[in-house]
């Protein structure tokens, strides 16, 4: 493939369904919150000024602790402002981030409103400003267990509507079990929010059954080592549950070696419903650009390839019908 065609690839309308809002925060910006904060975080960067994390786990707590000097609505409005500026650059017209009442406010709820406030009007901002719409997932962390995820639950149970349209866990996989959070997936289902959980990223395929059995998704964070039982990726096209896969955090955090050894293209040749996303793209060094790239590079991904791929996250958005019209219009003229 040439460069005008990858270039031309890079430039087509994409969907993101699996952001993590703190984990797009640029390193400059963190920076710049813990300097006027006077926090001392300078051992979560490298001397290149990027973030720096040894594995997974590490990566967890360098991640928790950019995140601590995000300490008021007004710096979430700020950083929604700066990731939607990004992502629209990158051509993104319609993303999804996961927001978690953990670091809003600590789980209360009368302080969660008010973030969730601060975010939105920074998102409709953004929407007139940049043409892209963000619609938010609430996540709880798996690593702080299930009852710090009920108080969780209940925050974005109790702020369901159009623009918080999603429940998600993130955190250590390695942490127990999808099942122990079957309380918190119930609620959020009962307040009409759309669910969705990280499995299959570290650990093996009966964490993706389990997450579509015992908790109900019909998406999937990641959920790519599913590859590994067969089984288990036929009950993924059965019900039609979609994979929010995010390649290049998968190699940059070692879940395989090198991006022509990650299983997307097999999934998908499989016929499982894959999506393409960062996950978080300052971390990993990426953007969805870099992405597509990469994808086009590795597995001669062309513009009918990227074109179905944008249709299953158009499909398996959790926003409202009149917003999925919109977008879809937008996706059309882009
Ligand atoms: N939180 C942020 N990024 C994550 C990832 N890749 N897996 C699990 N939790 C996360
Ligand atoms: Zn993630």
């Given at each position: 493939?040439?460069?005008?065609?990858?270039?031309?690839l890079e430039a087509l309308p994409k969907i993101e369904l699996h952001?993590?809002?703190?984990?797009?925060?640029?390193?400059?910006?963190?920076?710049?919150?813990?300097?006027?904060?006077?926090?001392?975080?300078?051992?979560?960067?490298?001397?290149?000024?990027?973030?720096?994390?040894?594995?997974?786990?590490?990566?967890?707590?360098?991640?928790?602790?950019?995140?601590?000097?995000?300490?008021?609505?007004?710096?979430?409005?700020?950083?929604?402002?700066?990731?939607?500026?990004?992502?629209?650059?990158?051509?993104?017209?319609?993303?999804?981030?996961?927001?978690?009442?953990?670091?809003?406010?600590?789980?209360?709820?009368?302080?969660?409103?008010?973030?969730?406030?601060?975010?939105?009007?920074?998102?409709?901002?953004?929407?007139?400003?940049?043409?892209?719409?963000?619609?938010?997932?609430?996540?709880?962390?798996?690593?702080?267990?299930?009852?710090?995820?009920?108080?969780?639950?209940?925050?974005?149970?109790?702020?369901?509507?159009?623009?918080?349209?999603?429940?998600?866990?993130?955190?250590?996989?390695?942490?127990?079990?999808?099942?122990?959070?079957?309380?918190?997936?119930?609620?959020?289902?009962?307040?009409?929010?759309?669910?969705?959980?990280?499995?299959?990223?570290?650990?093996?395929?009966?964490?993706?059954?389990?997450?579509?059995?015992?908790?109900?998704?019909?998406?999937?964070?990641?959920?790519?080592?599913?590859?590994?039982?067969?089984?288990?990726?036929?009950?993924?096209?059965?019900?039609?549950?979609?994979?929010?896969?995010?390649?290049?955090?998968?190699?940059?955090?070692?879940?395989?070696?090198?991006?022509?050894?990650?299983p997307i293209e097999r999934l998908r040749d499989a016929g499982v419903?894959?999506?393409?996303?960062?996950?978080?793209?300052?971390?990993?060094?990426?953007?969805?650009?870099?992405?597509?790239?990469?994808?086009?590079?590795?597995?001669?991904?062309?513009?009918?390839?990227?074109?179905?791929?944008?249709?299953?996250?158009?499909?398996?958005?959790?926003?409202?019908?009149?917003?999925?019209?919109?977008?879809?219009?937008?996706?059309?003229?882009?």
């Amino acid at each position: 493939m040439d460069e005008d065609q990858l270039t031309a690839l890079e430039a087509l309308p994409k969907i993101e369904l699996h952001l993590h809002h703190e984990g797009a925060a640029p390193p400059a910006f963190i920076r710049q919150l813990a300097h006027e904060k006077k926090i001392d975080l300078s051992r979560i960067f490298r001397d290149d000024g990027s973030y720096d994390f040894r594995d997974f786990v590490h990566f967890l707590s360098v991640y928790e602790a950019a995140t601590s000097v995000l300490q008021t609505p007004e710096d979430f409005a700020r950083l929604t402002r700066a990731i939607l500026q990004e992502s629209a650059e990158n051509g993104v017209v319609y993303t999804e981030s996961f927001i978690s009442p953990d670091f809003c406010g600590g789980s209360d709820l009368g302080a969660w409103r008010e973030y969730l406030q601060a975010i939105k009007e920074a998102a409709d901002q953004a929407e007139r400003d940049w043409g892209i719409t963000l619609r938010g997932v609430s996540t709880v962390i798996r690593h702080f267990g299930p009852d710090k995820a009920k108080a969780s639950a209940l925050c974005a149970a109790e702020t369901a509507g159009d623009w918080l349209v999603g429940l998600g866990m993130g955190g250590d996989e390695n942490q127990g079990e999808q099942g122990d959070f079957a309380y918190s997936y119930d609620m959020a289902r009962e307040a009409g929010l759309q669910l969705t959980t990280h499995a299959g990223e570290w650990r093996g395929p009966q964490e993706v059954r389990a997450a579509v059995l015992d908790l109900g998704v019909s998406r999937i964070g990641h959920g790519v080592r599913v590859i590994e039982d067969p089984a288990t990726m036929d009950l993924l096209i059965e019900r039609g549950v979609t994979l929010e896969v995010c390649p290049g955090s998968n190699v940059a955090l070692g879940v395989y070696p090198r991006l022509d050894q990650h299983p997307i293209e097999r999934l998908r040749d499989a016929g499982v419903r894959v999506t393409v996303s960062t996950d978080d793209p300052p971390f990993f060094h990426t953007t969805l650009r870099r992405e597509y790239r990469n994808l086009a590079q590795c597995f001669g991904w062309d513009q009918e390839v990227f074109g179905q791929v944008t249709q299953t996250a158009l499909e398996a958005a959790f926003c409202d019908e009149d917003t999925r019209a919109t977008i879809s219009k937008r996706l059309e003229t882009s």
